[in-house]
């Protein structure tokens, strides 16, 4: 993942190749869990790329990495 100097996503990599983010079509954070040894922490970016399909990416904050949710 690329993000810009504000944190938000600017190129996915996909198979290789990085694709550019042409719009953020929504993004939200969520804290869950904050009462467990394992809390969660993440801002979700569902992103429309540069080929015309939609990612959906999110940061977590606690172990400050990026990851593509995949679905199906």
């Not at 042409?22 to 790329?49: A, Q």
């Amino acid at each position: 993942m690329r993000a810009s100097e504000d944190g938000v996503p600017s190129a996915l990599l996909r198979n290789r190749d990085w694709r550019s983010v042409v719009d953020v079509v929504d993004c939200y954070r969520t804290e869950d869990r904050w009462w467990t040894s394992e809390p969660v922490s993440r801002t979700y970016y569902e992103l429309l790329l540069e080929d015309g399909r939609i990612a959906t990416v999110y940061r977590n904050h606690i172990r400050e990495k990026w990851y593509e949710q995949r679905y199906g």
